[in-house]
């Protein structure tokens, strides 16, 4: 019962320590003006599923305490399906916001490389100026 009960502190304080870097993050991102609005978006979901992650976290916690003084019976079983479901959950939620991280990823990947793109074709046309006579220098040539 001790070493579950010093797991159940473990976990909740990994819970408070995760809201907090959180809503750190959540204020650094809201901070940020000039995020276009897929970024917003992101970032918002983003601390509703983490925010999510927490209260379950410190909900197992806490079910790991109270899960001791449950007698065993149907009642038991049915408790800890309930964790095991919040455990899924959980779970769930972390493979959605790892899906969504990637998808940003692969979003500002693309932007980069229009943009890296249109910098090259820019270069390209300049250098083309630069290295063709001018028309000017053309009409001065004497003709033979």
Known sequence: M???????????????????????????????????????????????????????????AAAIMIGHFIPHSIYYLIFWGCVLLLVLWMVLLAIVDIMATRNLILIERDRHIARRRALEQQYGQRREKENSPSDDAAADEPKE
Request: net charge positive; proline share 2%.
């Open 2 to 60: 001790l070493i579950s009960a010093l797991f159940a502190s473990l976990l909740l304080c990994v819970a408070i320590l995760m809201h907090a870097t959180n809503l750190a993050a959540w204020r650094r991102a809201l901070a940020d003006n000039e995020q276009p609005d897929y970024q917003r978006k992101f970032q918002r979901q983003q601390f509703q599923r983490r925010t999510a992650v927490c209260y379950i976290l410190a909900g197992i």
